[in-house]
């Protein structure tokens, strides 16, 4: 049972427009198994994260970051409380396609070909104007599938899938990046270049991006700010700031104001 108690951090600097800003508030949720036993995930979760802001959650298998996301995102309804983006709710905001979603699981459609997946989001719904939307050749470019544009899913590594996800959440160009572990599957040397290829990207277009990863140093290389959620019980998530200049590189990763914040991080998550 998690309780979180959030404010926007202070010393924030990006863009303060109430654009893509996100208000949590008094959010619980509760799973019932088959025969009625209660597992309350999320207990009175307040949030706040300002327009632009890079943000990473980390915490322990189970603690409730993927039902965080899928809330905000409105494909699942919390149990009381409620989530504006800008002002709106996450259902308008989808209606809008200014909400990316890349699933902890790719979950790409088998009978169709890299490159109608990531086109997906832009069919479904023709509202959005084809002048908002990014070119799929140019983003099957940008996640390095250049060549495996008609490979179907099944001909694909997990990493390549994951990649396809990535594509296909930035195909709307959205205000709200939602990422659950989008990494995971995939080998240490190309994590790192899309840990790159993806604060270059943030750098153009500044979604709101909340990134949901176990890996404390990518937490703070991506990051203006590290949640750090409680295994369970009543504890209160800790909001650790990252304060190091941007653009960050590889030179980051060897500065000591970065390695004493992982070592933050680490030290909250444990606690
Ligand atoms: N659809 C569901 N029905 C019932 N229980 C669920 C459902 N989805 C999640 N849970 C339970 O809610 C809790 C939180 O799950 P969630 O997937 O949000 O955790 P997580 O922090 O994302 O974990 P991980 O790091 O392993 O991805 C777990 O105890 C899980 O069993
Ligand atoms: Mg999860």
Redesign the pocket.
Known sequence: MQKLDIKAHDIYTGDSSLKNRIEISNICKS?FSDDGVE?K?LNSVNFEIESSEFVSIV??????????LKIISGLLDPDSGQVKIGGESPAKSRKRKSIGYMF?DPALIPWRTVHENIKLPTEVNRQVGDANCRETKELISLVGLDGFATYYPHQLSGGMRQRVSLARALSTNPDLLLMD?PFAALDEITRESMRYELLDLWSKTKPTVIF?T?NSAEAVLLSDRVIVMPESGDGLAKSISVSIARPRSEKTESDAVFNQLIKKVRSAYKC
């Not at 915490?59 to 965080?68: E, Q, V």
């Open positions: 799973y597992n995930v915490g322990p298998s189970g603690c409730g970051k993927t039902t965080l902890q572990e949901v176990h």
